[in-house]
């Protein structure tokens, strides 16, 4: 449920695409924004603009994710960008996020496959 959270809607050429990732344990602040600006670029190459990335914590999880769910909808935002597809799960297991999104969205996921993500350095697996 979204709150009196302002959300700002940017003028832009290019359609808004939202932004997703977990913040795996012990991931830096630099980390978190090294991460952001990968998922701004790649929106950018693929004719996005990158509006909020819904960052998850591990102790408030699934909240990030939900409200991104809800902005995307009340909002007819077209994409979401994660760093890896491990940020969402896989698609087949009905309970992983992923499958949620694609049930409870229109919108597309883009992932951005960033080196150096926390799933890509530690080889984690996608998970539900």
Do not use: W
Not at 25 to 54: I, K, W
Request: no cysteine; hydrophobic share 45%.
């Amino acid at each position: 449920m979204m709150d009196d959270r302002r959300v700002d809607v940017i003028q832009s050429a290019y359609p808004l695409a939202l932004g997703y990732m977990r913040r795996y344990p012990l991931m830096r602040v630099d980390e978190v924004a090294r991460t952001q600006e990968g998922l701004a670029s790649y929106a950018r190459r693929n004719g996005f603009t990158l509006g909020t990335v819904h960052v998850e914590d591990l102790l408030t999880d699934p909240q990030a994710f939900l409200e991104m769910v809800a902005a995307i909808n009340l909002f007819e935002i077209p994409a979401v960008v994660i760093p890896t597809a491990a940020h969402l799960g896989n698609p087949v297991v009905p309970e992983s996020k992923r499958a949620y999104f694609d049930r409870e969205t229109k919108a597309r996921v883009l992932v951005a496959d960033l080196p150096g993500s926390p799933a890509t350095r530690t080889g984690m697996s996608e998970v539900p």
